[in-house]
Nanobody, 115 residues
Framework: QVQLVESGGGLVQPGGSLRLSCLAS????????MGWYRQAPGKQRELVAT???????YYADSVKGRFTISRDNAKNTVYLQMTSLRPEDTAVYYC?????????WGQGTQVTVSS
């Protein structure tokens, strides 16, 4: 059974930082492309960042230079380091795994950027 469990969300002031973590189980993590998506109220889910098995990364334009995705295969964990957070970054953040042509999702973690 594949499971993705996110953690690290919360309330942060504008300009602050948070680090999200996603612990994966049930697949060979080192063979999976991992990603982070987010969904704000009333909006569609959007891609934030991805990292491949060779650690190639992709970022949405809106987070380039502020967010960093990374992975630790020994811990089956993918991270999203978020800095210079803005109110428009407020959303539920979802971990995503692409493994053997299947896609899996975590349950999401809320990030709220507000003063």
């Amino acid at each position: 059974q594949v499971q993705l469990v996110e953690s690290g969300g919360g309330l942060v002031q504008p300009g602050g930082s948070l680090r999200l973590s996603c612990l994966a189980s049930g697949t060979i993590f080192s063979m999976a492309t991992m990603g982070w998506y987010r969904q704000a109220p009333g909006k569609q889910r959007e891609l934030v960042a991805t990292i491949t098995i060779t650690t190639n990364t992709y970022y949405a334009d809106s987070v380039k230079g502020r967010f960093t995705i990374s992975r630790d295969n020994a811990k089956n964990t993918v991270y999203l380091q978020m800095t210079s957070l803005r109110p428009e970054d407020t959303a539920v953040y979802y971990c995503n795994e692409q493994y053997l042509n299947k896609i899996y999702w975590g349950q999401g973690t809320q990030v709220t950027v507000s003063s």
